[in-house]
């Protein structure tokens, strides 16, 4: 199955509303990064236990390990959770950057190092959260 079947399927499985918001979702990160790669991550490690939830990515962006290998990565990921969705803003440098810039203004929202975390997308300012993906997406794509 390609990644696009998958990432369909994903979304179709979602109960509403959560379906509706992750398919917006979906929609808004495809306009910011409209030639980025898409990526589809099942939840599970190389012996196929659950080890996260299932997750849309968005973007590549190559990122260093300890060790001093390089791994290519998306920029941005959406995935459902057991309380609402989460939007992961993937190879910030600043982990305070995200609840210092954008916390107290986009609502209903945990917001923490990488990750912002609501229920719904009513209860948070949807233009807040595209202009902090925006801004991940500008900071590593260098």
């Known amino acids: 199955m390609n990644v696009q079947a998958q990432v369909n399927d994903y979304l179709a499985a979602q109960p509403e509303p959560k379906r509706s918001d992750m398919q917006a979702l979906h ?3 495809r306009e910011l990064l409209p030639n980025g790669r898409l990526w589809f991550l099942d ?3 190389e ?12 973007g590549a962006q190559s990122r260093p390990y300890a060790d001093g290998t390089m791994r290519e990565f998306y920029q941005i990921g959406i995935s459902a ?4 969705i ?3 803003i993937m190879g910030l440098e600043d982990k305070k950057y995200l609840a ?6 986009i ?4 917001v923490t190092g990488y990750c912002i975390k609501f229920k719904t997308l009513s209860q948070i300012n949807v233009d807040v959260l595209t202009a902090a993906m925006r801004s991940g ?3 590593t794509s260098a």
């Open 47 to 58: 012996k196929g236990k659950i080890v996260t939830n299932p997750n849309i990515g968005y």
């Open 81 to 84: 959770n057991s309380t609402g």
């Open 27 to 29: 929609g808004i990160i």
């Open 137 to 139: 997406i500008e900071q």
């Open 107 to 110: 609502g209903k929202a945990t």
């Open 100 to 105: 210092e810039m954008y916390g107290n203004a």
């Open 86 to 88: 989460s939007v992961y």
């Open 43 to 45: 939840g599970k490690d």
